[in-house]
Nanobody, 127 residues
Framework: QVQLTESGGGLMQAGGSLRLSCAAS????????MGWFRQAPGKEREFVAA????????AYADSVKGRFTISRDNAKNTVYLQMNSLKPEDTAVYYC????????????????????WGQGTQVTVSS
């Protein structure tokens, strides 16, 4: 079982950048697809980005494509989300998630593809 802890959230002006980190403990991180989701007040949790365990495959929501980059360092048991050109609509609680072992290309976009979640980190973007 993987345990996840997010960090790096905060308050940023529009146009700025933040990097979120998700530290994982447990023996299965290196074989887990990882994802980032976000949830704004009054809205459902939505997909942001995902990366397969091999890092061969990444996936992004259309709303963040070209601005956000997901990456992972299996040696450090950490997955990152680099967020550039932030917009007020990016304001949300960001959650890291780990999924069960899949193919080296497996990077699920839906919440059902993940079985372990972090507690979340708040990102607030002011206009």
């Amino acid at each position: 079982q993987v345990q996840l802890t997010e960090s790096g959230g905060g308050l940023m002006q529009a146009g700025g950048s933040l990097r979120l980190s998700c530290a994982a403990s447990g023996r299965t991180f290196g074989t887990s697809p990882m994802g980032w989701f976000r949830q704004a007040p009054g809205k459902e949790r939505e997909f942001v980005a995902a990366i397969s365990w091999s890092a061969y495959n990444t996936a992004y929501a259309d709303s963040v494509k070209g601005r956000f980059t997901i990456s992972r360092d299996n040696a450090k048991n950490t997955v990152y989300l680099q967020m550039n050109s932030l917009k007020p609509e990016d304001t949300a609680v960001y959650y890291c998630a780990a999924g069960p072992l899949g193919s080296r290309w497996y990077a699920p976009r839906n919440v059902d593809g993940y079985d372990t979640w972090g507690q979340g980190t708040q990102v607030t973007v002011s206009s």
